[in-house]
């Protein structure tokens, strides 16, 4: 085949998908969408406003969510009898890796997906002339997986995308793979 018909026959298919996209609505609303993972047992909804880039959740204010699922099977078991304090040490650990942590963390118990959950909150700075920032996470156990959500927020962000986090953890929902 020659390359012009090449060509030709792929504009051909992106106009097709094109049309085929704007018949259906063009991209759904955030809102209405909702993202899970078989594998690692998770689902949520993205809040309104809000986008799923590779796997992380960004606000329109620029916090950023990650979750990282661990499987405890081989978990020692003193550490895991001792979840989820035992993980705070590791928690502190990445706050001062990627941040500059400007005050001890505040624990407090949470949920996720129904399942009892520890949040600690470390106020951050990104740089020394940057406002005050935080990261929070939130730890469950759920079978045998730790879930470990990180949300960093920018400096005045924590106030401005709280009604999204709440709605961010209330729609978690723990599936089984």
């Known amino acids: 085949m020659r390359a012009t018909s090449v060509r030709r026959l792929v504009a051909a298919a992106a106009g097709v998908a094109v049309l085929a996209l704007a018949a259906c609505g063009g ?8 993202y899970s993972s078989a594998a690692s047992g ?13 796997g992380e959740v960004r606000s329109p204010n620029d916090s950023l969510v990650t979750i990282q699922v661990l499987d405890l099977t081989d978990a020692r078991e003193d550490w895991e009898k001792g979840l989820p304090d035992s993980i705070t040490p590791q928690l502190e650990q990445w706050s001062n890796y990627y941040f500059r942590v400007v005050e001890k ?10 399942e009892p959950a520890m949040q ?3 106020p951050v700075r990104i740089r020394p002339s940057d406002g005050p920032a935080q990261v929070l996470y939130r730890v469950a156990r759920h079978g045998s997986k730790l879930y470990v959500v990180r949300v960093s927020m920018p400096a005045g ?5 709280a009604a999204g986090l709440v709605a961010f953890f209330n729609s978690w929902k723990f599936i089984e793979p």
């Not at 991209?27 to 909702?34: F, M």
């Not at 963390?105 to 129904?114: M, S």
Request: hydrophobic share 30%.
């Open 27 to 34: 991209t759904p609303d955030p809102a209405a969408q909702t």
């Open 42 to 54: 998770y689902s949520y909804v993205c809040p309104p406003g809000w986008k799923v880039i590779r």
């Open 105 to 114: 963390g505040t624990r407090t118990d949470a949920t996720l997906g129904g």
């Open 120 to 122: 600690l909150v470390h």
């Open 157 to 161: 962000a924590a106030d401005r995308d």
